[in-house]
């Protein structure tokens, strides 16, 4: 049995940055630190800020499993009751007026996910801008920046590729963060005598995930999602040579920019929502023309009926703010905001509404 | 559709051959050979890699490999004098040898000598371990191989290489050296081009590779026909366009088969069986190849061809000759610290790095 790399107790886990094996306390310890130093080093939370976490329940989300949502839902609203904090559903007919199983059955199981994609990013812009928050965080991991520079590299596109290990995003109406973007949330356990790849929050017992309580099947209706489960064993190949390899992947990433003599398209405003779009109307608007097969308008309601529960409490400390955000972004897609007495999140879902 | 059903895209025959994608353009056999060999004489011709009063004298690598020896026979061919459109270079042949066997090497040696009237110029033996060589003797002067018979070099290589922490580390080491090593054997030649047999598939999987080991900002140089990092000395990377399919046929259509050496694929004992991060690059991209994905080497490469370090700091790093950003005291850059911190022998390495450091001066 090895040893914590730290205090000596019985190790259970292995780090995947350097490999060093660690107990449960001072891996933890040392993770939270590691999004700490992320904050601060970018200097990405000021006071008074406010913060919404996007918050999908689990791994991953496909369309093409109705179950898979709704136990989504249900594990985002015990998020919500293990961390006090408020919980603003919103869903695809309320902002778009369509639901993603209409839009499957107008389209057909082609292009789904990039419907679903997009609306999604866009529901998260709503999100933020309907609760005030000034900073949207997402979950993505320093694996999922590695798999995206290299799907950028082999597809060609050198605009996204630019900017996809980007740490801020702030061309939105709420800057967007990438705090997990240089940090590995899985993690090695020691299990029946092997290293055994286990996602972080199932083993660790942080918040609660749709893992937890089974697996559920991806669906791969996709080429794109084909392409992505290759590159996404290649990357575990690399990582299990070299550790180093997945942050060395997203430093070449940050390192390279598009020679002077390479075009790019030049961003403006979407004709229809004021988006930011390289054409006369940005993606969301141009996919649900198409749907509507007439002209789109900006329908949108602003319903008294979304929820959206505050809790009060007193201000946090600075360190335990800092120890809060640590354990926070820890969630996948986890959507919450924060103000400076109070804090609050929304999910994105597909479903009506539901009052909370 | 069968490629029988079709006709070559040049000329009114049957196509019997394709490049990568079957969909695309299809040949027949004398017009696919036309086509290859145009790609090898564009990539030259499109730089002015030899006009406008430019030296002719040119080093070529020759490792014994599939593309090495379809290097060789190009360029046999275009130097005879009936060749149409005559390349118009001036060659010294140096084969680099890799082997850490005194036996493997002289099979080699003895290999070579049989194919050396291909092409008529001086041939020159240099072992990778010429790289601890600070004073090298005129390779032309003796057909002795350097780092050989003078001085005795090859146990200090191999203990470099067996003191690497993971074969990552040796396979990225042997190449920055081998780099090195062309370079420094051209300048003592007086010779500022070197002309190297890196093949499309090579390069992506390289490419693949670098960016894996943070060298993001140098994919450019490293995936390009015309490198010119290393002051003086240009690389010349011909067959970037060509793959190793087109290779394997050119090579079986002119019999230049012959010219491939009986190389050992793993020189060190540690090597055998272990998988090192340019070894599954290449696996990656040959299994996207054969699942269909036909564009990915183009794509790659496209993608590197647009690639560049932001102009900020303009530091060089001694041992690969890209350009980083660093402090004034770090010598190399952030990739090459990390391999050279892998490496066990310090002592070792050292002297390795003192050598080369003569060769920027």
Redesign the interface.
Same mark, same amino acid.
């Given at each position: 049995m090895a040893r914590c790399w730290q205090c000596d107790a019985s190790a259970c886990v292995k780090r995947s940055k350097d490999g060093k094996p660690a107990c449960i306390v001072c891996f933890t310890e040392a993770f939270e630190a590691e999004v700490h130093d992320v904050i601060k080093t970018y200097g990405l939370f000021g006071r008074g800020k406010k913060v919404a976490v996007g918050a999908s329940g689990g791994k991953d989300s496909t369309v093409l499993i109705h179950g898979y949502r709704d136990h989504s839902l249900k594990a985002v609203k015990r998020n919500r009751n293990d961390y006090g904090l408020p919980l603003v559903i919103m869903t695809y007919k309320q902002l778009y007026g369509w639901t993603m199983d209409e839009i499957v059955a107008a389209i057909g199981a082609r292009n789904n996910c990039t419907f679903c994609g997009v609306f999604r990013r866009r529901a998260l812009d709503r999100g933020a801008a309907e609760c005030g928050a000034d900073i949207v965080a997402t979950g993505h991991n320093a694996d999922d920046i590695a798999e995206t520079v290299l799907l950028n590299v082999l597809r060609g596109d050198l605009a996204r590729l630019q900017r996809c290990t980007d740490i801020i995003t702030d061309k939105f109406a709420a800057t967007t963060l990438n705090l997990l973007r240089g940090i590995q949330t899985h993690i090695y356990s020691w299990r029946y005598g092997e290293a055994f790849l286990a996602s972080l929050q199932i083993f660790l017992k942080i918040g609660d995930v749709l893992g937890s309580e089974g697996c559920l099947p991806r669906a791969k209706p996709l080429k794109y999602i084909f392409e992505k489960d290759i590159v996404i064993k290649y990357v575990k190949e690399l990582e299990r040579l070299q550790p180093r390899a997945i942050l060395d992947l997203i430093k070449s990433g940050e390192a390279i920019c598009a020679r002077s003599d390479v075009s790019f398209p030049k961003l403006t405003a979407c004709e229809k929502c004021g988006c930011m779009s390289s054409q006369k109307l940005c993606k969301a608007c141009l996919l649900l023309q198409g749907l509507f097969m007439s002209e789109y308008h900006l329908g949108v309601r602003k319903s008294s009926r979304n929820a959206f529960n505050v809790s009060c409490g007193a201000p946090f400390p600075i360190v335990l703010f800092s120890c809060f955000v640590g354990k926070l972004v820890e969630m996948t897609y986890a959507l919450c905001s924060y103000v400076c007495t109070s804090f609050g999140s929304f999910y994105v879902d597909y479903e009506q509404l539901i009052d909370l | 559709m069968s490629l029988e059903m079709r006709r070559c895209v040049k000329c009114p025959d049957m196509a019997t051959l394709c490049c990568t994608d079957a969909k695309k353009a299809v040949y027949c056999r004398p017009c696919f050979t036309q086509m290859v060999k145009h790609k090898f004489s564009s990539s030259i011709g499109k730089r002015r890699l030899y006009k406008d009063g430019e030296k002719r004298e040119t080093l070529i690598v020759y490792n014994g490999t599939n593309s090495g020896a379809f290097l060789l026979s190009v360029i046999s061919q275009g130097l005879r004098a009936d060749a149409h459109k005559r390349l118009t270079l001036v060659p010294t042949v140096m084969v680099l040898l890799r082997e850490t066997n005194e036996g493997l090497i002289n099979n080699i040696k003895n290999e070579v000598e049989l194919i050396k009237e291909c092409i008529p110029c001086p041939w020159i033996f240099v072992h990778i371990a010429a790289i601890f060589d600070n004073i090298i003797s005129d390779p032309r002067a003796s057909s002795d191989i350097c780092g050989i018979e003078h001085t005795i070099k090859v146990p200090e290589w191999t203990c470099l290489l067996t003191s690497c922490s *993971?074969s *990552?580390v040796r396979e990225e080491l042997e190449h920055l050296c081998s780099n090195m090593l062309c370079v420094k054997i051209a300048q003592k030649l007086g010779i500022n081009k070197v002309m190297l047999s890196a093949s499309a598939d090579e390069l992506a999987s390289k =490419?693949?590779s +670098?960016?894996? %080991?943070?060298?993001?900002?140098s994919? &450019?140089h490293a995936a390009n026909v015309v490198d010119k990092r290393c002051g003086s000395v240009t690389l010349i990377r011909p067959l970037r366009e060509i793959s190793e399919k087109e290779i394997a046929f050119m090579n079986r259509f002119e019999k230049s088969d012959r010219y491939i050496l009986n190389i050992q694929k793993d020189r060190v004992k540690a090597d055998i069986g272990e998988? *090192?991060?340019q070894s599954? +690059?290449r696996d &990656?991209i040959s299994? %996207?190849i054969m699942?269909g $994905?036909t564009g990915?080497i183009t =794509?790659?490469l496209?993608?590197a061809n647009?690639?560049?370090?932001?102009a900020t700091n303009r530091s060089r790093c001694m041992l690969c000759a890209s350009v980083y950003?660093g402090e004034k005291n770090e010598r190399y850059c $952030? +990739?090459c610290t *990390?391999i050279l911190d892998e490496v066990g022998d310090k002592v070792l390495l050292k002297q390795l790095l003192d050598c080369i450091c003569v060769i920027g001066q």
């Open positions: - | *993971s *990552s =490419t693949l +670098s960016l894996a %080991l943070a060298r993001g900002p994919v &450019f998988p *090192s991060l599954i +690059s &990656f299994n %996207l699942d $994905f990915t =794509t790659i496209g993608t647009k690639l560049q370090a932001p950003e $952030f +990739s *990390s």
